[in-house]
Structures are given as structure tokens and as C-alpha cells.
């Protein structure tokens, strides 16, 4: 993939969005219904109830992706000016994936108090709010703060992203038939995306065995340099309190899952797992191992985060259909019981899994209709 032609085709169309009337203005009569002064009706029956809101305005179908663009893709923090492409993007995929008008919201600032009031301020004209790049703990601060607006509020860098993991184990494991109760589960990444699939795979999916590794090795008891998200990861995790590297935690794992930083990972490393075992290597653009690789070192099943490669575990598979599905259903909130279901609708669209194809592919539009009514299901 030529990456460069990227450059030109966002200097040709100034952007990837536009904004676009639903109905035609060509007469005075027109103008008066859509403006002033036969609008001032509507308003007068909004101002007497807000709720009304959702049903004569686009509150009933946008979506706000904010971000601070204080982690952007592999880029790290680059800031709001250079998160805008990425926003768009995000955008673009909620219009042609799931017919949501979403708004890329770039804040300058990364005060995450100032994030909280700023989303606050302007959820009146959203049905739903995307957190997006944010960095931890920021992002675990500003989404438990923002989660009584009155609609929905996700981070999709840690659901999202979890949703699509849970999905994928799902299918791997009943292609390779292994029970998810006696899998032992190693997450190498423990930011955002690494504790929220580590939180769903044991709430959710009841993983018994999960090691979870940062930068420094493993999050043991024995660490005095765990933060308290961190440390809170340990009522759940290392039950054995095993202490030492990322490759001491591999010995005898069924599933790697990696959201962390390309190429630490070897054939050698990956022999001394479990048979069959499944590694969903998710780091950009460098995963923590290429798959050729992964499976000269007996991996059964490999999964990354890009598109050249099969098993693409994106979470442009979960946040279109997702939001869909909150809106339609007029949710207020993103519950275990909604992320849930919606992987479950995810694995479940495929229907005859195989090691080379445990998800759809993203562009697959049935997919978000399936998760959508995942959600409206529940709440009818």
C-alpha cells in the first residue's frame, strides 16, 4: 500500500467530510418551514420538553467523536490539530457502515476535568459521545465521569477493541475446540484496550487463567510500581502471583493477545506455549509478531490488527453497529449486558469459523445491522 497517496487525496478534497441538507431550499415557503419563522414551532415544543429533542433534530442520529489527540493511532500525542484525519476517518465509517452522522470534536486541551465539562456542555446536540485517542488514565477517568449525561458514553479504544478480542477468542476457541474456562490467557499491553479485554474475557467469557504484562513484565503482587488500576487487575488476574518477563508468562499459554508495541515477540517464544495455541498480535502497524512467524512457532490461529493479513481484529467491526444500535433503542448508557451481546452477534455472523477466518471482514455491511439488533433486542 502506497501510503503517500493518503497525502493527496486529503489536499484534494480539503478533508473527508462534508455537511449535507436533507430537504431543498428553493422557496420563500421552504425557507419559512425550515427557518424562521414556522421553526420557532418546533422549539417551542422542545423548550417544553427536551426529550423531544431526539425525535425532530439530529440528536436522533449523531454521534461525537472526541478525542484529545493525546494517543492517536501509533503516533502517541500528537494533539487535536493532527487528530482531525483520524476523527474524519472515525467519522466516515459511522456514515457508510451504519448511516450515523458523526463529528470529529478535537479539544486543545488534555485537562481531563476540562474534557468532562466541555462533553457536558455540548451533549445537547448528540444522541451518543465516541471517546477516541485518549490516553490513560485520563480515558478511565473521563468515561466514568461522563457516564450520567443522559446518552450513551464510550471509550472505543477499550470496548470497542474488547468487543471485537472477545469475539475473535470465541471463534478461535471453537475451532480448535478448547474449553474458554481452561484456557490460559496472557494480555502483553495494559493501557486502555489491555484492561478492558482483560476485565470482559474474565467477567464475560469466565477465563479462569489471565496473566497480564506491561513494559516492566508481569503485574504481580510482588510489584511496588503499580498504579491503582493496576493494582485492581489483580483481584481478577496471576492467581498464582507469578512474578518475572512477558516470556516467563507465555510457558504453557493457550492465547497471547497483544495491544503493545510491534516486534517482541518470537517463534521461540510462541514453542514454548500451549499446543494450538491462538495469538492475536494487535499492535500498528507492527504487530508483536508477523504471522508467518507466529506460526512457525506453532501458533494454530493468528489474528492482527491490519488488513493485509487474514483475521483482522479491528474495532471498525463493533463501534458503527454499536451506536446504531444505542441510538435506535434511545439507550442512555453502554452496559456489560449491551458489549456482551454485541460480541456474541459478532461471532455468531460467522457462521462456519475456520483459522483463517474467525471474523468478518470490516467492510462486511451486514455486520453492524447484526450488532444493532444485538442491542435493540435488549432493550425492547
Do not use: W
Request: proline letters at 4%.
Amino acid at each position: 500500500m502506497n501510503c503517500k497517496r493518503s497525502i493527496d487525496l486529503h489536499k484534494k478534497f480539503g478533508g473527508k467530510l462534508e455537511i449535507k441538507s436533507k430537504i431543498k431550499i428553493k422557496t420563500k415557503e421552504d425557507l419559512s418551514l425550515a427557518y424562521t419563522p414556522c421553526v420557532a414551532e418546533v422549539c417551542s415544543l422542545i423548550a417544553k420538553n427536551k426529550k423531544l429533542a431526539k425525535k425532530y433534530t439530529i440528536k436522533k442520529n449523531t454521534v461525537a467523536v472526541v478525542t484529545d489527540g493525546s494517543a492517536v493511532l501509533g503516533l502517541g500525542n500528537i494533539g487535536a490539530e493532527a487528530a482531525i484525519p483520524v476523527m474524519e476517518g472515525k467519522a466516515i465509517l459511522f456514515k457508510e457502515l451504519a448511516s450515523v452522522d458523526a463529528f470529529p470534536i478535537c479539544l486543545s486541551t488534555q485537562d481531563p476535568d476540562e474534557i468532562i465539562s466541555i462533553v457536558k456542555n455540548i451533549s445537547p446536540v448528540f444522541g451518543g459521545i465516541n471517546l477516541e485517542d485518549i490516553s490513560a488514565p485520563n480515558c478511565f477517568y473521563i468515561e466514568d465521569k461522563l457516564q450520567d449525561i443522559g446518552i450513551p458514553v464510550m471509550h472505543d479504544d477499550q470496548h470497542g477493541t474488547a468487543i471485537v478480542v472477545v469475539a475473535a477468542l470465541i471463534n478461535a476457541l471453537k475451532v480448535l475446540q478448547k474449553d474458554v474456562k481452561k484456557v490460559k490467557v496472557v494480555v502483553v499491553g495494559a493501557g486502555a484496550a489491555g484492561i478492558a479485554i482483560t476485565k470482559m474475557i474474565s467477567d464475560e467469557l469466565q477465563v479462569q487463567d489471565i496473566i497480564v504484562c506491561d513494559s516492566k513484565g508481569i503485574i504481580s503482587k510482588n510489584r511496588k510500581d503499580l498504579n491503582p488500576i493496576k493494582e485492581k487487575l489483580l483481584f481478577t488476574t496471576n492467581k498464582n502471583n507469578l512474578s518475572g518477563t512477558m516470556q516467563d508468562a507465555l510457558v504453557g499459554a493457550d492465547v497471547f493477545i497483544g495491544v503493545s508495541t510491534g516486534d517482541i515477540l518470537n517463534a521461540e517464544m510462541i514453542r514454548t506455549m500451549g499446543s494450538d495455541s491462538i495469538v492475536f498480535a494487535m499492535a500498528n502497524p507492527i504487530p508483536e509478531i508477523m504471522p508467518d512467524e507466529a506460526k512457525k512457532g506453532g501458533a494454530a490461529i493468528v489474528g492482527t490488527g491490519r488488513s493485509d493479513f487474514p483475521n483482522q481484529i479491528n474495532n471498525v467491526l463493533a463501534f458503527p453497529g454499536i451506536f446504531r444500535g444505542l441510538l435506535d433503542s434511545d439507550a442512555t448508557k453502554v452496559t456489560s449486558e449491551i458489549k456482551i451481546n454485541a460480541a456474541r452477534a459478532l461471532a455468531d455472523y460467522v457462521k462456519n469459523p475456520t483459522p483463517e477466518n474467525i471474523l468478518p471482514d470490516p467492510l462486511d455491511r451486514g455486520v453492524a445491522k447484526v450488532i444493532a439488533e444485538s442491542i435493540t433486542k435488549l432493550q425492547n
